[in-house]
């Protein structure tokens, strides 16, 4: 045990002799740099999610995850029980692409006096080139419109807990309350 103490007090004086250095601090930063960039492969934790991918590919794809998260948030509301929803929508998701657009007014007088104008548009779309070949390039993707949302559950016997629903789906999907029903699982 005694070779293990001095030791020890051997590796402190050493150690603290460095630090007091000019250099050793450069190399205590580094080092603390480095610990910082490596911290993330060493990581255990389990919990880390994907990214939620917020394109969808089809209508029922968007409509189908909507549906899962309002399921399980009215799932949590009190007194609602066993939830089912289906929602409606207005259109499919929509692709807004890039455009260069270009506009070239002249102006002219002609024989009489009379000036006139003469106004051209050109519009394209932007292209890139992707591995297969020339892609347009997306600006936005537009989700649908939500068009109403039916909520059937085991508590919508109760007005009390149809008025919690009505008004959490309200909020989250900015709904009027007219395009939403909530009734009794049977």
């Not at 603290?16 to 492969?41: D, E, T, W, Y």
């Not at 508590?155 to 900015?174: K, N, Q």
Request: with cysteine; proline share 2%; aromatic share 6%.
């Amino acid at each position: 045990m005694k070779g293990i103490v001095e030791t020890m007090d051997t590796f402190k004086e050493k150690w603290s002799k460095i630090v007091h250095r000019k250099n050793g601090l450069f190399l205590l930063g580094i080092a603390g740099i480095l610990l910082i960039g490596f911290a993330g492969f060493f990581s255990t934790d389990s919990n880390t999610e994907p990214a939620a991918d917020s394109s969808y590919q089809t209508e029922s794809d968007y409509q189908k995850k909507i549906e899962e998260q309002l399921t399980e948030v009215i799932g949590q509301v009190q007194g609602a029980g066993e939830v089912t929803v289906m929602l409606t929508l207005e259109s499919g998701p929509e692709t807004v692409y890039a455009q260069n657009e270009q506009s070239q007014t002249s102006t002219r007088e002609d024989e009489e006096g009379t000036v006139q104008r003469d106004s051209s548009f050109q519009n394209e779309h932007i292209l890139f080139d992707s591995g297969a070949g020339k892609q347009a390039l997306v600006e936005e993707q537009l989700v649908p419109d939500i068009k109403g949302v039916a909520v059937v559950c085991s508590g919508g016997d109760d007005i009390a807990v149809i008025e919690r629903i009505t008004e959490l789906v309200s909020v989250v999907l900015d709904l009027p309350s007219n395009r939403i029903c909530v009734t009794k699982k049977i």
